[in-house]
């Protein structure tokens, strides 16, 4: 019964190729966001499509793109993956409403050799 | 700037014995603040959110904006309390996206 999910659960990738991580959701919901988490790090928001709304974090590198081409599914592409990179990638929804709490998925966890 | 600050990176406690994990904040504005959880090998799930001023598993926080805190409060900890637990924050007019704490992590020991 998993509202969102990602796929997939572990990703290699090497340095410098292109990767892309998926998420869907049955949830209907307005709000995707992709958060990194590094090790022992706080998640971080990277970007999130409020409806077909992109809102980019201003600290997000342009190494990092997304797509949503329907309400159901929001991408995460990595353009030019370096070391740095590796992380935890979780996708999230809501209804976008303040006092709405986050759905989560399972992340994806993204090694980069 | 806003910001949610847990001062412990890790809380051990023995089965029974009261726990709290902290959680500063720092917001200009009316906050929405949640506390999620996350057990081995599974997602991150909201545990419980102020507005809703709900007991969830045992565990409550209370919003106190004089010391611009939302501590999490249970007074007898179990086994299965042990997992990651972050702070979070919001804003009435940020569309839901959450600033994170950088978590606690809470071990009960039997």
């Known amino acids: 019964d998993a509202m969102v999910i990602q796929n997939p659960r572990y990703q290699v990738t090497q340095f410098g190729k292109p990767v892309t991580l998926s998420c869907s959701q049955t949830?209907?919901?307005?709000?995707m966001y992709w958060y990194q988490q590094k090790s022992s790090q706080a998640p971080k928001l990277l970007f999130h499509?409020?409806?077909?709304?992109?809102?980019n974090e201003a600290d997000t590198p342009d190494n990092f793109q997304s797509r949503r081409p329907n309400t159901s599914f929001c991408f995460l592409d990595i353009r030019s993956p370096g070391l740095g990179d590796a992380a935890m990638y979780l996708c999230a929804t809501s209804r976008g409403t303040g006092e709405s709490p986050l759905h989560f998925g399972n992340g994806t966890r993204l090694t980069v050799t | 700037a806003q910001r949610v600050t847990q001062p412990e990176k890790l809380l051990s406690v023995f089965k029974g014995a009261p726990v709290e994990l902290k959680c500063n904040y720092s917001y200009s504005g009316s906050p929405e603040l949640f506390w999620y959880v996350q057990y081995s090998r599974q997602r991150l799930q909201l545990l419980l959110r102020h507005i809703s001023r709900e007991s969830i598993k045992g565990f409550t926080a209370d919003l106190n904006k004089g010391e611009t805190s939302f501590h999490l409060k249970k007074p007898f900890a179990q086994e299965e309390d042990s997992a990651m637990y972050y702070c979070a924050l919001t804003g009435h007019n940020q569309g839901g996206k959450l600033i994170f704490g950088q978590g606690t992590e809470l071990s009960v020991k039997p």
């Open positions: 499509y409020y409806d077909k709304d992109f809102n």
């Open positions: 949830l209907n919901h307005n709000v």
